[in-house]
Structure formats: C-alpha cells, structure tokens
C-alpha cells in the first residue's frame, strides 16, 4: 500500500482527553477518530488490525465447534418484553422507534433474538448441542465513556450461544470455550487471567472473566502468588481459619464515646485496635433490612451479601432508613439490642473476644463484646471482601491484587431464558424441556485497545507481528532522488512478491516526518532507503528491540525473515 493513497492522519500532539496510552497512541497513530462520544471511526489501519483479531477469534470459535451466523442490530420490543429485560434495563439500553411507531433495541447483546430464533428452528434433542456465534457491533449507551475503544457505546463483540439438553453437554461447551478463549488471548500476545467472576444480572453460576493485566484496568483481580487461582475481587471467596484468643471474657460495659463514629476513631479513643472492633453496617436486600457485622479492618462485599440473599438489588440503607429501624446513627450501629432485624456476621467476627461495637446509641459504643454471649446472628458466612496478604483460598500462596481489562466473559446460562421464551425441545422420551445454554462474549475492539495498552513505549506503538496492520514500513528518504525512488519500487515489488503486506512511504515529506510517523504506527520492521541506495545497501530498523542493521539488497528477503521470526 503506498502511503500517499491511504488515510494515517498522524498527530504529534497528545490529545488532552485522551487519558490512557491506547488511546492517545491509537488517536496520534491515525488509527481511530472519535465521531461522539465513546463512538468512534475504525481508520484503514484500526481496520486491519481488528480483521486479524476477528480471523483468530474465528479459527478458535470454529475449531471448538461454533458456526458463525450474523444476526440484526434493530431488535424488536418484544423479544426483550418476553424476557422481561425490556422493563429491568434502563437507559443503557439504546431504544428507538420505527415509522410506524413500532418500539426497537440496537443490540447491546443477542440472548433474547438467538434464542427466539433457535425456538423456533430447532425442536428435537438430537438437534442439540448447537453453538453458534456472531461478531457484530453492539451499542450500550455508557453513563461514562471512557479510555477510547475501551469502554465504548458502539463497540464490536463476538458473542456465541450454546444449546443443550443436559448439563454435562454445556459444561464439555462451557470447557472448549474456556480452553478456545485462552487460545484467542495468548495469540494476542495478551498478559491474561481467567478469573472467578460474578454473574450478575445474568443469572446461572459458574462464570468466568478474562483479564488483560493492566494498572488502568477498572476491574480489580485476586490472585495467588503461587498457584492459578484468580477471582474478581467481587468474587474472590475468603477461606481461612480466624484463630481465638484465649484471653479471660470480660464484663460487657458500655461507655461514652462523645462524636467518634469511624472504627479508626472509635478504636483509637478505646485504646484498641480496628481488628477488635466489629463493624455494622445496614443494608437492603430487595426490600429486606439486614444488619451485617464484619471485623473492623475488613469491608462487606455486598455481591457475596447479594448472592447468599439471591436478591436482586442489595444497597446499604440511608442514614433515614438506618435511624427508623435502629433508631441511631450510621456510626453508632451494634448487633447487641438489634432485636428485630436480621443479623449475619463475617466469619472472622465470631473469632472476636472482648471486642468493640456500637450501643445503637449515639455517643455510645460496647466494650468487651463477644460473639454468642452478648449478640446471636442468624448466620456466619463468608461476606468480606478478600484483602492482599489473605491466604489463597485453594491454600497454596496468599492472596496478590492486581488490575484488569475485561475482555473476554463466559457464562452457563441455565434456563433462564429458554424458560422465559418458551425454547423448548422433545427430548428422547417425548417429553418437553427447556433448552439449557451457555453464552461467551469477547471484546473485539476492546482487545485491539488492550494490546495497543500492553504494546508501546515512548515513541509510539509496537504491534505483535500477527496483529499488526502491514508486515514491513518501506521508507524512501527522498523519491526525487533516482536511486532511492529506483531501488524502492524495486524492493517494493521484491517484498510484495514475496507474499509481504508492505506500507510503502513514498511521500513528499520530511524524512524526520516519516520516521517518527513509523515510530507512531508501529509497524514490526522498518526498512529504509537512504543515501546508500546506489549500492543496493539500506537499513533494517526491528521496531520491538529498537536494532539497526544494514543489509545489501540480496540479503533483505532472508534477514526480515530472520528478524520476523524471532520476534
Ligand atoms: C443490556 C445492556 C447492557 C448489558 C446487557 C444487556 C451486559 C447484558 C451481560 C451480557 C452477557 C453476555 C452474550 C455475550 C457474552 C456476555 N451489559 N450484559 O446482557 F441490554 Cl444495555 O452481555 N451476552
């Protein structure tokens, strides 16, 4: 491709509200353009490089058995008002009417139309398992839009659906899945995790996220130091045994703590330390009060609140709602005397002796507190989130955070919507079933940002070379000068014949333009042809290592061989 009669409108300044590397370098690079908010133009550069992620995305979807099939964006009302999802979502789902005043959704995802279409397609157990996937844009009207392709209200995703009439089936899918993602992500070259993950609103249990490691990361990732557990933080469950002093039980006392509300501040006034104090926090489960109790020097995981209550909603309760039932103040919150309401503790609460806690009286906390003389809980449970330094639940290491870019995210459905849509089949005795299904989601644009995050340095982008947009930059200093213009048409032919996807910078332009404009696109070798042409000399310039060779014409085709497959 001859640089001239392509559209790469580099940058050298950095835009200002461009606040991550991806996406200054993937703006200044000429790769994208923003058209408004969190939507953006793919330029032919972007273009390719998400061709060669979709193309990997697709060896590995059809060699675990998945079959591509593209549905519409325009889906009807109705397909969500079936599974209730039309009522639950709120503006984030992009709602827009036809001519006749009929109501649509641009897809934010495909469950409601894959499974009303394989309803009605597909009637027989022996038609099952059946997998399809897609790779289509979606729109997700995002409160916050941010960091370019990586949070996005039009972004491109591969989703795939999988049928089944028995368990075991989805899991043998769930397990290929899993196995095809990893393959997906180390193709990309991308530091991943697979972690435990929260399904969320989507229902079923077992989920996992893949995780791009990355300091911007919005998600936060618990891992052991010294085995392959990983979980979201939101997930990460906490196994460990909370030893018991075996100091002599104190007299409860209650005593005057005039304004001290935080733990820190209660625990310093009382000379004692957070890990004796029990913290009490109000929340609402749907419309359930529950009083929760954690260690002080813990916090309450209120998705793992969420999951034992399988509420719906879970949020702690307003300081009004918190006065009306315990008739106190937020910081003045204890289990002793909380008679008419619910209390669950975290497992490490009940280790406590002689402990801390709130009198439910405002300026007034317990001292000497323990677990079962002076508070029963209707339950201990695991409701903590996990801290760095935890032991890992799998017992091998301890417990490491790190951030993460989700990329990938596969689910085990269940029923939840075969049942609302009524997809059903006969099964081998003639009797009906819902279908059981898995769903499996990769961010496609989200991975061409999470490799321009993981691959750059201070000039620009540095693609992997089974990603990058051309294989070779050829660079003429100057066409006006015949040998240069001679010997790079010549060795542009050469590279092309030789089955290379060669960048030829034939520009009028300065040379210290194009090199910094190759610097910025990050093209895996370099290849210039300067003031040695007449010699058939030029230079090689490996973009990853920075290594600068010079190499007469006969040896290029085997030293960029060399060099590419080293890389
Ligand atoms: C919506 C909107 C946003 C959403 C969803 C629906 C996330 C929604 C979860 C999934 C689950 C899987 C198939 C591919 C893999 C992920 N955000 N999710 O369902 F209407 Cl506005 O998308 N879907």
């Given at each position: 491709m001859r640089q001239s009669m392509t559209l790469i409108p580099t940058l050298r300044e950095i835009p200002s509200d461009a606040e991550v590397k991806s996406h200054q370098l993937l703006l200044r690079a000429g790769f994208i353009r923003q058209n408004a908010s969190g939507v953006y133009s793919y330029l032919p550069l972007a273009q390719k490089v998400l061709r060669k992620i979709e193309n990997i995305v697709r060896e590995e979807m059809n060699n675990a058995g998945a079959v591509e099939l593209l549905m519409p964006a325009l889906q009807q009302a109705e397909f969500w008002q079936e599974s209730g999802r039309w009522y639950t979502y709120g503006p984030e789902l992009m709602r827009l009417k036809d001519r006749h005043d009929r109501e649509f959704a641009l897809g934010a995802t495909h469950e409601e139309v894959i499974t009303s279409l394989v309803r009605d397609e597909v009637k027989s157990y022996k038609r099952l398992p059946l997998t399809l996937y897609q790779i289509q844009t979606k729109f997700r009207d995002e409160k916050r839009p941010r960091f370019g392709l990586l949070r996005g209200r039009e972004f491109i995703m591969k989703d795939a659906y999988s049928f089944h009439s028995n368990p075991e089936s989805l899991d043998d899918v769930y397990n290929k899945m899993y196995q095809a993602y990893s393959n997906v992500f180390s193709r990309c070259q991308l530091d991943f995790r697979a972690v435990i993950a929260d399904s969320g609103a989507m229902g079923g249990k077992d989920t996992h996220e893949f995780m791009v490691l990355?300091?911007?990361?919005e998600d936060t990732i618990a891992y052991s130091n010294s085995s392959d557990f990983a979980a979201n933080i939101e997930m990460a469950p906490v196994q460990m045994i909370y030893e018991k002093s075996n100091e002599e039980l104190k007299a409860l006392e209650k005593v005057e703590t005039i304004n001290k509300k935080t733990i820190e501040e209660v625990a310093s006034f009382l000379k004692t330390s957070a890990n004796k104090c029990i913290k009490s926090l109000l929340f609402k489960a749907d419309d359930q009060f529950i009083l929760v109790l954690v260690r002080g020097d813990h916090e309450v995981n209120d998705i793992k609140l969420k999951n034992i209550y399988e509420a719906s909603s879970v949020e702690l309760a307003s300081p009004e709602e918190t006065k009306a039932v315990l008739g106190c103040e937020i910081g003045s919150l204890g289990p002793i005397g909380a008679s008419n309401i619910v209390v669950i503790a975290d497992?490490?609460?009940?280790?406590?002796?002689?402990g801390v806690c709130g009198a439910n009286e405002e300026h007034f906390h317990y001292i000497n507190v323990n677990p079962n003389r002076d508070f029963q809980v209707s339950q201990y449970a695991d409701l903590r989130f996990i801290q760095e330094g935890d032991p890992s639940p799998d017992g091998k290491g301890q417990i490491v955070f790190a951030k993460g870019i989700e990329v990938g995210h596969v689910f085990k459905l269940g029923t939840r919507y075969s049942e609302a849509m009524n997809a059903t089949y006969l099964d081998e005795n003639g009797r009906t079933q819902p279908m059981i299904m898995g769903c499996y989601g990769i961010g496609v644009s989200r991975t061409l940002a999470a490799v321009a995050e993981q691959f750059n340095d201070e000039n620009g982008l540095i693609w992997p070379v089974n990603l990058a947009p051309f294989d070779l930059h050829l660079i003429a200093?100057?066409?006006?000068d015949q040998d240069q213009s001679a010997l790079a048409e010549e060795l542009y032919e050469l590279l092309k014949q030789n089955r290379y996807d060669v960048l030829f910078d034939e520009r009028q332009e300065r040379p210290g333009v194009k090199f910094a404009d190759s610097d910025l696109i990050g093209l895996p070798v370099r290849i210039t042809i300067g003031k040695k042409a007449a010699e058939g000399i030029v230079e090689l310039k490996t973009r990853k290592t920075g290594e600068v060779q010079e190499v007469h014409k006969e040896e290029l085709l085997n030293t960029i061989s060399k060099i590419v497959t080293n890389l």
């Open positions: 990355s300091e911007i990361g497992h490490a609460v009940e280790a406590i002796v002689n200093v100057n066409m006006k």
